[in-house]
């Protein structure tokens, strides 16, 4: 049976930060689908926790919101990055790629003993 | 940053919730329409579509709370949450509610309101620039009875030059000044002060400046610094009062500051005046010592390092001058000074008061315990839908601490009225006016209400029985009736309460022996009927008069004869009498005492002492004091007479053991060989005095300080105070008569006014003002204690009858009657009272020795008082459990049995 990853504590912060980056204006569920979509449905994400995210998004101040129209005529709520939000995608993804690269270089590491 | 920011939008999250709720659910409903919607697409049924978004979701519910949970403080929510829900389970027991906050308001109450007092008289900093610096110097001469005590004008001087290990030192004593001239004469408390004192304590004045050196020279000395409150009452706060002229004891004197009204320096004062001595006054001599000092010590600099400096600067003056010899100096923290009297004891009606707390706490305990066992139902349905014990505990905690916030509230009300109360009590504690409900006041009764509240809801909880609840109630066993759990958890509450109301018993018990033991001391006069004020003639009376006169200047005696005859002369007046000093005046004055048929003994400090009064009129009728032998004065003793003097019986045991004093002759100097050579007028034969009677002590300082020796001799013969006393005893309510002494006086001199008027009754009343204050405050708290352990132990009793009642009914049916049932449960109880008095009076022993220094004439362990609190408190306890055990009996057993 296909593995599905738990998703890493902080990286659902920044997929959401770059989902909004890439799309502009979106929905909650939108940026559910679209995280899973990306990840080609590697992760189980349940939807329901992108919005506790979104909130806590919204009181640091990264993302703003307002309740719109969506393309099939239904209400929803949009949200897209602030300016400090656009400065934290670039800051974090920058902190991740070093991360990740750090880590990648240890575990080759390991392998090369 | 951000962090602040989002903890800020959750803190304010808490608020407005409903519209945030609202959208939230618009949000979700949106988000599953899109899902849904999607799901058809994909070629879903209905059903199946729904469901799969739900899934997806991770359902509606749960979603919301984590929503919930980010948007709020999470604890501040569960807070909330629990006060919510803490309000409406105390407004299903209103009567439940309303004791428990009544028992914390009193204890809470009580204990803000001695805190204040504390806070007020010790904690509060003296109002001076560091003020923990500041030191009161005194001098000290063991061999002479005086270890602590005031000194003379040459002895501070030099002191103040030479020292090496104080910033400044300064001098001051105390001075009545009368105010007349243009104004309605009126007599001032002052102080007369060396001229860098202010500088001493670091206060700035509110107006003008403080003194210059050189008006600590004669002659240039004319300036006064009047207070904020006399400058508003007198001046009417008029800002042009510098340099104003006012006519002070017959001197033109300038002012030239004014004091805030939140300076005080030991007691209150109306006006204060540079020191400064005229050439050759007798005052400015090393036979003269009468100057408190104050001094700063130096930075990094030790008490004893300064005690070592200023003795040896005394030594130095004793090498100089032979009746300087055994003199040195001392010093203690200005605060000890202020306040060393009272501050043990005020910690011991803090901690009474504080016991008074705890067995309020003991008591919300067991009241909360009985509604508890009531609620386990409601405590197993939360624990079975997966409340956590960390969180029942939580939700425990906050309904008592709301409990005790609302009992602080009520107690904050209480505080203020009993303070009022103490400070019209206690008119002679120090810094008494500076206690009051303040904010330091009002932080610590939070404090003390937050704490109670925690500590009585822990208490059981840290017993076991609510660990012990909890179990149960997982277990499912809602009925059990006593588990042995809480059983033992109530009868440690019974032996705390019984332990913690015997010691405060004990120590209300040994206040009240002690007052009335104080109360039934024969002061040695008769307080009735006496009205007394005091009076003081300026300089201008004792014009052209020389200081080797060894008598008062004629006008100063005529004037005080005119008067006691003109008082005489009024209605409703029995007798009048004047004399140096009255009981419970704190003013003493004491003498050198020689005897002409003994040898002078071989040194200066091995002369005799004794308090001395000057006396006009008949100041003896006049208080009633008792004659033993000889006879009173009379008028014949005057200026041309022979000398006479009468003494007390406890100078006559003391001088005179084996002989009778009648007729002996005495002088209140030291003998002439002893003193040095040049410092009198060669030939001068002092005065001899022959004894002429021996009266009854009398209790001069106080009612506790036994009486000390003294002699009395008519003023016409000795010297005079500045200031002396009058005593007139009437006929009528002594109160009455104040009006027609106030004009009678003023009739002979203008400019004089009369003060400290009041009756012998008040100074009497005044001088057991701080006993009366402690028993008082003692016995309200043991009369607290007594109560609250009775319906402590009441509740508890009852509680424990309600639990067996079944047992009971099963006893009775079986034929047990009614009184031994009754016996049985008493008896319990009783073994329960009698363990609790046997650790109250371990507690107490080991605790009322620390009130020894309040107690008159009682032991800290006295029996008596012991063993009649152990009966009071067998008593109350035997019917606090009787009721309840009677109630039990007399139920019809088919009830009692059909209940369960």
């Known amino acids: ?113 | 940053m951000r962090a602040v920011r989002g903890w800020f939008a959750k803190l304010t999250g808490a608020f407005g919730g409903d519209r945030a709720e609202q959208s939230l659910h618009e949000e979700l409903e949106s988000h599953l329409a899109l899902h849904v919607a999607d799901n058809l697409r994909r070629g879903m049924t209905p059903e199946e579509a729904a469901r799969q978004a739900l899934l997806k979701l991770g359902g509606r519910d749960a979603t919301k709370e984590a929503y919930r949970d980010q948007r709020r403080l999470p604890v501040w929510d569960s807070a909330l949450q629990d006060a919510r829900f803490a309000l409406r389970t105390m407004r299903r027991s209103p009567g439940l509610t309303g004791v428990a906050i009544l028992t914390l308001a009193l204890g809470i109450g009580a204990n803000t309101a001695v805190f204040s007092i504390v806070n007020g008289v010790l904690l509060r900093p003296l109002p001076y620039r560091d003020p923990a610096r500041l030191m009161d110097v005194y001098s000290s001469s063991p061999e002479r009875g005086f270890p602590v005590g005031p000194t003379s004008p040459p002895d501070f001087r030099e002191m103040r030059t030479q020292n090496r290990t104080l910033t400044s030192l300064s001098a001051y004593f105390n001075s009545a000044l009368n105010l007349s001239g243009d104004f309605q004469a009126e007599r001032l408390t002052g102080m007369v002060v060396s001229t860098e004192f202010f500088d001493t304590l670091g206060v700035k004045p509110l107006l003008g400046r403080t003194f210059r050196a050189s008006e600590g020279v004669w002659g240039s000395h004319r300036v006064v610094i009047l207070s904020e409150k006399f400058w508003r009452a007198r001046f009417g706060g008029r800002p042009d009062i510098l340099g104003a002229v006012l006519r002070l004891d017959g001197d033109l004197c300038t002012v030239i500051g004014v004091m805030p009204a939140s300076f005080y320096f030991l007691g209150e004062q109306q006006i204060w005046a540079p020191m400064a001595f005229k050439p050759g006054d007798n005052f400015d001599s090393h036979s003269n010592y009468f100057l408190g000092m104050v001094g700063r010590l130096r930075p990094r600099t030790t008490r004893e390092e300064a005690r070592a400096d200023l003795n040896a600067v005394m030594a130095g003056i004793a090498a100089r001058q032979p009746e300087n010899k055994g003199i040195g100096a001392g010093l203690i923290p200005l605060t000890e000074r202020v306040v060393g009297d009272v501050r043990r004891s005020l910690w011991v009606l803090l901690a009474a008061v504080g016991f008074v707390l705890l067995l309020c706490c003991v008591n919300l305990s067991s009241l909360l315990l009985s509604r508890d066992a009531a609620r386990k139902k409601e405590f197993a349905l939360r624990a079975a839908l997966g409340a956590s014990r960390v969180r029942l505990l939580r939700q425990f905690l906050t309904e008592n601490v709301l409990l005790a916030l609302l009992g602080g509230c009520a107690s904050v009300g209480l505080a203020y009225a009993a303070v009022a109360q103490v400070r019209r009590l206690a008119v002679d504690l120090p810094r008494i006016a500076h206690v009051g409900v303040d904010l330091t006041v009002l932080a610590f009764a939070l404090a003390v209400s937050i704490a109670s509240g925690l500590l009585s809801g822990l208490i059981p909880y840290l017993w076991g029985s609510r660990a012990d609840l909890m179990g149960s109630l997982r277990e499912g066993r809602f009925q059990s009736s006593t588990s042995r759990g809480s059983g033992r958890v109530r009868g440690a509450l019974i032996l705390a309460e019984v332990a913690l109301a015997f010691v405060l018993t004990i120590g209300a018990g040994l206040m009240m022996q002690s007052f009335s033991r104080l109360l039934s001391v024969n002061p040695g006069f008769d307080p009735h009927n006496v009205l007394t004020f005091d009076v003081s003639l300026p300089d201008s009376y004792s014009e052209g008069a020389s200081a080797t006169d060894l008598k008062p200047p004629a006008r100063v005696t005529a004037f005080y004869n005119g008067m006691v005859e003109r008082l005489g002369r009024l209605p409703g007046v029995a007798n009048v009498g004047v004399s140096s000093a009255l009981p419970f005046q704190s003013k003493g004055w004491i003498k050198f005492l020689s005897f002409d048929d003994r040898p002078a003994p071989p040194s200066m400090d091995a002369v005799a002492n004794v308090q001395f009064h000057a006396t006009v009129g008949d100041y003896f009728r006049t208080m009633s004091i008792t004659l033993r032998e000889g006879r009173f004065f009379n008028a014949s003793d005057n200026a041309n007479g022979p000398y006479v003097a009468i003494l007390n019986e406890a100078a006559a045991r003391r001088f005179f053991p084996n002989e009778d004093p009648i007729g002996k002759l005495i002088f209140l100097f030291p003998p002439e060989q002893l003193v040095p050579k040049g410092e009198l007028p060669a030939g001068l034969r002092f005065p001899r005095m022959r004894i002429a009677g021996i009266v009854n002590d009398v209790h001069y300082a106080s009612l506790q300080t036994p009486p000390e020796p003294e002699v009395y001799a008519p003023l016409s013969q000795s010297d005079s105070l500045s200031t002396m006393s009058v005593a007139v005893r009437t006929h009528v309510p002594p109160s009455s008569l104040i009006s027609a002494v106030r004009s009678e006086v003023s009739a002979m001199d203008r400019n004089l006014p009369i003060a400290r008027v009041s009756t012998m009754e008040e100074l009497a009343g005044s001088s057991v003002a701080l006993p009366r204050l402690h028993t008082l405050l003692l016995a309200i708290f043991g009369a607290l204690a007594l109560g609250l352990a009775a319906v402590g132990l009441y509740g508890v009793i009852a509680q424990l009858v309600a639990q067996r009642r079944h047992e009971v009914g099963v006893r009775i049916a079986l034929g047990a009657r009614p009184r031994a049932i009754v016996g049985s449960i008493v008896a319990r109880a009783m073994t329960l009272v009698a363990i609790g008095l046997l650790i109250g009076c371990g507690l107490a022993l080991a605790l009322t020795h620390l009130m020894s220094t309040l107690l008159f004439g009682v032991t800290p362990t006295d029996v008596p008082t012991f063993v009649g609190s152990a009966l009071v408190l067998m008593a109350t306890s035997a019917l606090a459990s009787y009721l309840p055990a009677r109630r039990a009996a007399s139920v019809d057993p088919m009830v009692a049995l059909r209940c369960e």
Request: aromatic residues 8%.
């Open chain 1, 1 to 113: 049976m296909e593995q599905k990853t738990e998703i890493l504590q902080g990286t659902l912060t920044l997929m959401i930060l770059k989902t909004l980056a890439v799309l502009g204006s979106t929905h909650g569920y939108g940026i559910a689908r679209r995280i899973e979509e990306i990840s080609g449905d590697a992760f189980s994400l349940n939807y329901g926790t992108v919005y506790p995210a979104l909130l806590k998004l919204e009181q640091e101040g990264f993302v703003t919101s307002e309740w719109g129209v969506s393309d099939n005529n239904r209400k929803a709520k949009y949200y897209r990055l602030t300016a400090a939000g656009r400065k934290q995608v670039n800051k974090e993804a920058a902190s991740w790629t070093q991360t990740t690269a750090i880590l990648a270089r240890f575990l080759n590491l390991e392998e090369a003993k």
